[in-house]
């Protein structure tokens, strides 16, 4: 059974910073790419960044800069360092492992509140 596992979140004032961690089990993490997502209320789920198994990484705009996402494959476990925060950056925060175009796994998200 495949599970993922996110820790980290809380409550942060603004240009503060957190760092959330996932951890997956019961595959082969190292083959393939992660995503952190996040969703706030009366909003869609968003991609926030994602790193593919060769490293390479992507981000949203509105991260960039301030976000950086990194992969431990000895440890089976990908991080989101989040500096700089801002209080629209106040989510549910989601671990994703995507198997291929239809298949991926989601962990129980975790929740980042950025507020003074």
């Known amino acids: 059974q495949v599970q993922l596992v996110e820790s980290g979140g809380g409550l942060v004032q603004p240009g503060g910073s957190l760092r959330l961690s996932c951890t997956a089990s019961?595959?082969?993490?190292?083959?393939?790419?992660m995503g952190w997502y996040r969703q706030a209320p009366g909003k869609e789920r968003e991609l926030v960044a994602s790193?593919?198994?060769?490293?390479?990484?992507d981000y949203a705009d509105s991260v960039k800069g301030r976000f950086t996402i990194s992969r431990d494959n000895a440890k089976n476990m990908v991080y989101l360092q989040m500096n700089s925060l801002k209080p629209e950056d106040t989510a549910v925060y989601y671990c994703?492992?995507?198997?291929?175009?239809?298949?991926?796994?989601w962990g129980q998200g975790t929740q980042v509140t950025v507020s003074s």
């Open positions: 994703n492992l995507r198997i291929d175009s239809i298949r991926s796994y």
């Open positions: 790193i593919a198994a060769g490293r390479s990484t």
């Open positions: 019961g595959i082969a993490f190292r083959f393939y790419s």
